[in-house]
């Protein structure tokens, strides 16, 4: 059975760091695509960064692309997102997903590709 854990979540004020992990358990060999998501509320769920297989390709939405930093530990099985200069519009609670599914790295902020989803951390950035 597959799951994936997120922990690292917190308040922080605007301008400060927090890191994200999450941990991955069951049959982790046929993921081609991990990421972070995030939903605000009231809004809809987004893409925030993903890396393929492997971990050399990343991919990260233009809102936090320079700040936040996506990486992986293959023998750890977990995926960590590093948030930096955190803004008040980062707030939301954030979600770990796995796809077993080469879908392409253009698609790879479409949550309704993703196979496998974490239960969340929220994030919280106070002005």
């Known amino acids: 059975q597959v799951q994936l854990v997120e922990s690292g979540g917190g308040s922080v004020q605007a301008g400060g760091s927090l890191k994200l992990s999450c941990a991955g358990s069951?049959?982790?060999?046929?993921?081609?695509?991990m990421g972070w998501f995030r939903q605000a509320p009231g809004k809809e769920r987004e893409g925030v960064a993903a890396l393929y297989a492997g971990g050399y390709n990343k991919y990260y939405a233009d809102s936090v692309k320079g700040r936040f930093t996506i990486s992986q530990d293959n023998a750890k099985n977990t995926l960590a997102l590093q948030m930096n200069s955190l803004k008040p519009e980062d707030t939301g609670m954030y979600y770990c997903?796995?796809?077993?599914?080469?879908?392409?790295?253009?698609?790879?902020?479409?949550?309704?590709?993703?196979?496998?989803w974490g239960q969340g951390t929220q994030v919280t950035v106070s002005s």
């Open positions: 997903a796995a796809a077993v599914i080469n879908f392409g790295s253009a698609a790879w902020f479409v949550s309704s590709l993703y196979n496998y």
């Open positions: 069951g049959n982790t060999n046929y993921w081609y695509y």
